[in-house]
Each structure stands twice: as structure tokens, then as C-alpha cells.
């Protein structure tokens, strides 16, 4: 089975920086995408960053010029450094995988379970 475990949430003040990691396990033959999305209370789950296998990104407006996401595919794992962080942040984040298991021809996706950040004014 293929599972995501998102870690690097905590407490930053406004202004401060996380970098969150997540790692991908299981019997994958290939990482096609992995993305950031965050559910905020009382919110709906909205999309946050992506990167393909070719290393295209993707970001929300809201927070553009100020997050990085990244990937090491040797490593299976992808990171979202969080700069300049706003108290309008604060949500769990969770990380997203499009996977291609070993042995199958499809794409799945995947969730983790989610980290909390929490920004302070």
C-alpha cells in the first residue's frame, strides 16, 4: 500500500517561516504530481502548490512569491517551504500524490493525513 506522512507543522509568529516534508512509501514506480492543499475551519480543502516529475510548479495566488514547493524523487518526498507567513495560513495542509503503482498501469491518488500550522498575529 502506498501511504503520505506530512511533517514540519507547528506555531510560527506572522512574518515567520515552516518548511513542511511529506513522504511518499509503498510500491510506487512513479511520483506523477504531488501537491499541497489546506483546509482551514469552517473553509473548504483548496488547492496550495503542486510539481510534476518534470519539475512544473503550480501555486495559488494567495501565495505566490512567498511558498516554495520542491520534490526529491530519489527520495520520494516533496517539501513546501513556507515563507512570510500570514495568520490567514493557519490550516492543516495536506499532502497529494498522483501514483502510479509497481505492476499497474493507473494513476492514484493519495492523501496524507495532515499537519496543522498555525500562525499567530
Known amino acids: 500500500q502506498v501511504q503520505l506522512v506530512e511533517s514540519g507543522g507547528g506555531l510560527v509568529q506572522r512574518g515567520g517561516s515552516l518548511r513542511l516534508s511529506c513522504a511518499a512509501t509503498g510500491s510506487i514506480s512513479s511520483l506523477n504530481i504531488m501537491a499541497w492543499y489546506r483546509q482551514a475551519p469552517g473553509k473548504q480543502r483548496e488547492f496550495v502548490a503542486s510539481?510534476?516529475?518534470?519539475?512544473?510548479?503550480n501555486y495559488v495566488d494567495s501565495v505566490k512569491g512567498r511558498f516554495i514547493i520542491s520534490t526529491d524523487n530519489a527520495k520520494r518526498t516533496t517539501s513546501l517551504q513556507m515563507n512570510s507567513l500570514k495568520p490567514e495560513d493557519t490550516a492543516v495542509y495536506y499532502c497529494n500524490a498522483a501514483v502510479t503503482a509497481v505492476g499497474t498501469p493507473f494513476i492514484e491518488f493519495y492523501w496524507g493525513q495532515g499537519t496543522q500550522v498555525t500562525v499567530s498575529s
Open positions: 510539481i510534476t516529475s518534470h519539475m512544473t510548479t
